[in-house]
């Protein structure tokens, strides 16, 4: 069983930036691949970003690519998502998950979800 609470979203105006954390409870944390998926209001919640058990692969959407980085710390039970050059359509909410299978962009591929952070992101 994990426990994911996310934390570090807010309001910020456009080329801005945000760090996102999510924190886990749970002895296996660190056998998870961890993903970041976000849902914008009336759309369906989509794949951002992803990092293997080890730390040694990442995966993410095209619209993010260059602008966000996905990051790891098993010493603390922590996944991140810096997110940075920040555009209106980035605003969502944003959710962390964890999965078994590193590279699946499906949500129902993961296995635990946080209860989402807001991200608001002005023009």
């Known amino acids: 069983q994990v426990q994911l609470v996310e934390s570090g979203g807010g309001l910020v105006q456009a080329g801005g930036s945000l760090r996102l954390s999510c924190a886990a409870s749970?002895?296996?944390?660190?056998?998870?691949?961890m993903g970041w998926f976000r849902q914008a209001p009336g759309k369906e919640r989509e794949f951002v970003a992803s990092i293997n058990w080890v730390g040694s692969s990442t995966r993410y959407a095209d619209s993010v690519k260059g602008r966000f980085t996905i990051s790891r710390d098993d010493a603390k039970n922590t996944v991140y998502l810096q997110t940075n050059s920040l555009k209106p359509e980035d605003t969502a909410v944003y959710y962390c998950?964890?999965?078994?299978?590193?590279?699946?962009?499906?949500?129902?591929?993961?296995?635990?979800w946080g209860q989402g952070t807001q991200v608001t992101v002005s023009s």
């Open positions: 749970g002895r296996t944390f660190s056998t998870y691949t």
């Open positions: 998950a964890a999965g078994r299978i590193f590279g699946a962009q499906a949500t129902s591929l993961f296995d635990y």
